[in-house]
C-alpha cells in the first residue's frame, strides 16, 4: 500500500546547485501535482500533470521544471536552487474520473538552500 | 481576493469535548466541492472529509462532519469528542469546475492557510 511515494525525504543544497525531487504513485491515477508548503501559507500549486505527456503551470511555477516520465512519474527539477525555494514539497495524485476524488499525498521533502 | 480563509491560526480544545474549525470560500461556480485534510506533526497530508456544492446533506465521517452554509459559503469542521491525536494543523480545500470531471486545472485545489488545532489533556 506504498500509494504516492518521494524521494528524497529530506535535502541540503547550496545556492546555484541543481536537484530534481522524485515521485512516483502506484494507484494507476492520471493527474498528478507538486506543491511547496511555506509556514503560514497553506500549500501553494507549483506544477501539475493531467495526464502522461502533459504539463501546465500552477500558482508557482518561477525556479521550477517538471517532467512526467509516465504513468507513475511526476519529477520536479530545480535548475539553479535559491534560498527562496527552502520548503517542504508535496506530490499528489489524484483518480481523476470522479469530481468528488480526493487528491492522495506523498510525505513530502524537506528542502533546505543555504 | 482568497478563495479559501481559515480566520484561526490557532485553537485550543479540551480533550472529548467537540470543536469546529472554520473555513470560508469565495467561488462564482455553481459546482465545486470543498476537502479537508489533517497535517499532523509528522508531516503527510490525510484526507478527512468531502462535500459537494449540491450535495443535500452534510457530510460526516466518523468524528467528523461539515457544517455546510451553501449561503454563506461557509464549509466549517466539526470534530466530535477530540482526542489527543487530533492535534495537528487542519487544511480546507476548494476544488471548482466539478462537473467537467476530468484532469487538469479542474483538478486543482486551492488551500487555506490552515489552522493549528492543540487538544488539551
Known amino acids: 500500500n506504498a500509494g504516492v511515494t518521494q524521494t528524497p525525504k529530506f535535502q541540503v543544497l547550496k545556492t546555484g546547485q541543481s536537484m530534481t525531487l522524485q515521485c512516483a504513485q502506484d494507484m494507476n491515477h492520471n493527474s498528478m501535482y507538486w506543491y511547496r508548503q511555506d509556514p503560514g501559507m497553506g500549500l501553494r500549486l507549483i506544477y501539475y500533470s493531467a495526464s502522461e505527456g502533459t504539463t501546465d503551470k500552477g500558482e508557482v511555477p518561477n525556479g521550477y521544471n517538471v517532467s512526467r516520465l509516465n504513468k507513475r512519474e511526476f519529477s520536479l527539477r530545480l535548475e539553479s536552487a535559491a534560498p527562496s525555494q527552502t520548503s517542504v514539497y508535496f506530490c499528489a495524485s489524484r483518480f481523476d474520473r470522479f469530481g468528488n476524488q480526493p487528491q492522495h499525498f506523498g510525505d513530502g521533502t524537506r528542502l533546505s538552500i543555504l | 481576493a482568497q478563495k479559501i480563509t481559515q480566520t484561526q491560526p490557532g485553537m485550543f480544545v479540551q480533550e472529548k469535548e467537540a470543536v469546529t474549525l472554520d473555513c470560508t470560500y469565495d467561488?462564482?461556480?455553481?459546482?465545486?466541492?470543498l476537502f479537508w485534510y489533517k497535517q499532523p506533526s509528522s508531516g503527510e497530508m490525510i484526507f478527512l472529509i468531502y462535500q459537494g456544492s449540491y450535495d443535500q446533506q452534510n457530510a460526516t465521517e466518523g468524528r467528523y462532519s461539515l457544517n455546510f452554509q451553501k449561503a454563506r459559503k461557509s464549509a466549517n469542521l466539526v470534530i466530535s469528542a477530540s482526542q489527543l491525536g487530533d492535534s495537528a494543523m487542519y487544511f480546507c480545500?476548494?476544488?471548482?469546475?466539478?462537473?467537467?470531471?476530468?484532469?487538469?486545472?479542474?483538478?486543482?485545489?486551492?488551500f487555506g492557510k490552515g489552522t493549528k488545532l492543540s487538544v488539551k489533556p
Open positions: 480545500a476548494m476544488r471548482e469546475g466539478l462537473t467537467l470531471n476530468y484532469g487538469g486545472s479542474q483538478g486543482n485545489l486551492i
Open positions: 467561488t462564482s461556480d455553481p459546482s465545486y466541492g
